[in-house]
């Protein structure tokens, strides 16, 4: 295993008396598709956004790329892109003018920002739309802009914060497809969360298997499968996280949900 | 240099593809014009002040930039809201020239729709006094949307959503405005109005328009110009601390 590109150590983030994610440490090697698997609510998006510097941690350390998170937030911006959970995307602009704003703030050479923008508006699909506005692309469109986007300039790391949500089969397929090629290709770190099992199983190379805020699990599909002495991921991952429902929230948080506990502390 | 440009030229892109923003901003302020200059114009003329109109069109100028820009300032919450703003504090980009970029687009825009006022008050017959003082009044009205939008922004990067707008609009927006002096001149009202009218920045933009545009002051545009620069510092101050602690 080579040297770890992302690493956490004993990373917990409270908000007020709530505990999103409580004391997780994971290292991902370079090249590697890391999954993050865990039910609604168990601190996949929270670790997420720390990790790309739009959260501060309470305690512990992230680094990526050899870049201290919280210390050297510039050096850690440029060395990731992502595609958020939500669409981030200037609706009231052309996919083009979306582009070339990323690639503004990102540096990119002005001399290769006509280039790299055609590269990857072909390499998704939307270069015959380049000077539609957003607003009027659909879900899938809007996804697959937003993964050009954050290609563009040439991030060692992808973040996809549950990327395929609200997204057909035929879509969902063609992104994963899209991501895998990128990790043979050129060796990009893939890191994306998810809960659902067929993604984390077909696309990730280790998962890791999160909830409460804890990991409590990671490995490979057969090392967690052998772990737990279970037949399927389905099985072993049911078993870690137990059958009850949740609707983001938990127990161990007087039955709060993370979101409206941020809100709350923000309006204090 | 690249990134605050590339920034404002977004805010003006949205301005000027959606029409009916440039109508909606600028109706408002032209009713208050019509409704109050001709309606109140004939009583206060009775009450030997002069022309009304004259009167209130630095005001309504005033009124113009307040609105517009504390509204363009809250845009951050628009962004919060459909997610464009995580994509610029991701970026490898510091905070302060992300909010530079925008909040000179929204200045911009602020300023352009003072202008459009004036440029109306002037049709409906308004008369400066003296044309060679209108950079002084530009220069006012710059510097009163730099504060404002920034003024704004602040805001919008501490309330959480639109639920917080109306509060800040009834509590703040509307409290300066009317005890601005905009709409009546200062002299002889009650001290308890007088003194919350000294102590609203705003006032003394009013009083600065109303001197560069027809030569009537409450101040003295020393004093004017001496709040306004504090005013504009002051916001800016505000805007950068708090949307430097935007957590996304």
């Known amino acids: 295993m080579s040297r770890p590109i992302i690493e956490a150590k004993d990373v917990v983030k409270r908000f007020g008396d709530i505990t999103a994610v409580d004391g997780i440490s994971f290292a991902v090697s370079e090249g590697e598709i890391f999954a993050f698997l865990g039910p609604n609510g168990a601190g996949k998006s929270t670790t997420i956004s720390m990790l790309t510097t739009m959260l501060r941690p309470t305690s512990g350390k992230l680094t990526l790329n050899g870049h201290d998170v919280t210390r050297e937030q510039d050096a850690a911006r440029k060395s990731f892109g992502i595609v958020f959970q939500d669409p981030a995307l200037e609706e009231e602009l052309t996919a083009y003018e979306n582009m070339a704003i990323h690639a503004v703030l990102y540096h990119v050479p002005k001399k290769e920002q006509a280039k790299r923008i055609e590269e990857l508006l072909k390499l998704v699909d939307l270069w015959e739309r380049r000077d539609s506005y957003v607003k009027t692309y659909s879900g899938g469109m809007r996804r697959r802009l937003e993964v050009a986007r ?9 973040f996809l914060d549950e990327p395929t949500l609200g997204l057909d089969t035929q879509t969902r397929n063609l992104l994963w497809d899209y991501v895998k090629r990128l990790s043979e290709t050129q060796g990009m770190t893939i890191f994306f969360t998810t809960h659902y099992l067929e993604e984390a199983e077909g696309v990730a190379d280790r998962i890791a298997i999160i909830d409460h805020g804890k990991i409590v699990a990671t490995g490979t599909t057969p090392q967690l499968t052998k772990q737990t002495n279970t037949k399927s991921l389905e099985e072993a991952y049911l078993q870690l996280t137990g059958k009850e429902v949740r ?8 039955g709060l949900n993370v979101r409206t506990a941020r809100r709350n502390q923000r309006l204090r | 240099m690249d990134v605050v440009y590339i920034l404002w030229q977004r805010q003006m892109k949205r301005y000027v593809r959606s029409r009916s923003r440039v109508l909606g901003a600028i109706g408002q302020p032209i009713l208050f014009l019509l409704a109050l200059g001709y309606g109140l114009g004939s009583v206060y003329k009775r009450a030997g002040e002069g022309n009304y109109l004259e009167f209130l069109v630095p005001g309504i100028i005033v009124q113009t ?3 517009s820009g504390v ?6 919450l628009f962004d919060k809201r459909f997610g464009f703003l995580k994509e610029m504090l991701v970026a490898p980009v ?5 909010l530079l970029g925008n909040a000179l687009g929204w200045a911009t825009i602020s300023f352009l729709q003072g202008v459009f006022v004036l440029v109306i008050s002037v049709a409906l017959g308004f008369r400066a006094y003296n044309w060679f003082l209108l950079p002084v009044s530009l220069l006012v009205m710059v510097a009163l949307c730099l504060a404002l939008t920034s003024f704004g922004a602040g805001l919008a990067s501490i309330v959480e959503d639109f639920q917080g707008f109306q509060g800040i609009n009834n509590f703040i927006i509307f409290p300066l405005y009317f005890l601005s002096g905009a ?7 009650p001290t308890a109005l007088r003194i919350a009218s000294e102590i609203n920045p705003l006032t003394y933009c009013v009083d600065a328009l109303r001197y560069t545009m ?6 003295g545009i020393i004093k004017d110009l001496l709040v306004i620069a504090l005013m504009v510092a002051a916001c800016v101050a505000f805007a950068v601390n708090r949307f430097n602690r935007i957590q996304a």
């Open chain 1, 150 to 158: 954050g290609l563009m300039h040439h991030p060692k790391i992808l």
């Open chain 1, 247 to 254: 609707d983001e929230v938990s127990l161990s948080n007087n």
């Open chain 2, 65 to 67: 930039l307040l609105f």
């Open chain 2, 71 to 76: 509204f363009w300032g809250i845009q951050i």
């Open chain 2, 94 to 98: 510091s905070r302060f020239r992300i």
């Open chain 2, 183 to 189: 709409l009546y001149p200062l002299t002889n009202v």
């Open chain 2, 214 to 219: 027809i030569h009537q002051s409450h101040f």
